[in-house]
């Protein structure tokens, strides 16, 4: 399987609007060539983007979910934002990594395990360090031990969970026959805003259990 071929894709399907119907936009005055061309490459994104759109409710579903354990510790409300932003910053670091690396013929289908093990390392470290930068912030906002804990411990854990994702879905799309360079980016930050969530708030249950608290 051509790797660098699916990766570059995208790059492709600006240049020809996707590459269909060619004879027939030989035959359309300019105008009507580039609109043409215009309506194929909103089409074949945008499509996707309203597809991630939709599943992003999913985030509604996981937060009703847990609206009790909300309502006890509303401390947990205030980090969903930053918890959310950092896994799609972690994400979005990886698969930028991950697409440049399939495009310059670096890596191939076969090192997909190896290139997942790596970066899941990777972030473990990320998150570690992370930990380290976001406890000034807890000891400004006075924020609680066990809402604390939760913090320290789901950091790691999301960003692991967003370099996985970040550097298996490009493979995965690839492997489908897609464009990764279209596709990859928005999936993982729709699989991280809901799993990352989710992540969160069993991460809380086990952490206020420990600490004797009932939710």
Known sequence: MNIQHNAG??????????????TFEKNMPRFRRRWWRWRVLVMSRG????VFL??????????????HT?????ELAYF???????GGNAGGQTVGTVL?????????????????????LAGLGSGTLTCVAVL????????SKHVSAVILCTLPALTILAAGLGAGLPFLVAGLGADPAVIAAPAMTTLVDV???LLYFLIARVVFSAFGLKI
């Open 9 to 22: 894709r995208g790059h492709e399907e600006e240049t020809h609007a996707g590459g269909l119907a060619s």
């Open 47 to 50: 499509g996707w983007l309203a």
């Open 54 to 67: 939709l599943s992003l409710s999913l985030t509604t579903v996981v937060m009703s979910g847990f609206e």
């Open 70 to 74: 909300l309502a006890e510790q509303i």
């Open 80 to 86: 969903v934002p930053l918890l959310i932003g950092h």
């Open 100 to 120: 440049s690396a399939m495009s310059s013929g670096q890596v191939g289908f076969e090192d997909w395990g190896k290139v997942v093990v790596k970066e899941c």
């Open 136 to 143: 000034p912030l807890l000891y400004i906002m006075k924020i």
């Open 195 to 197: 799993g990352g969530l």
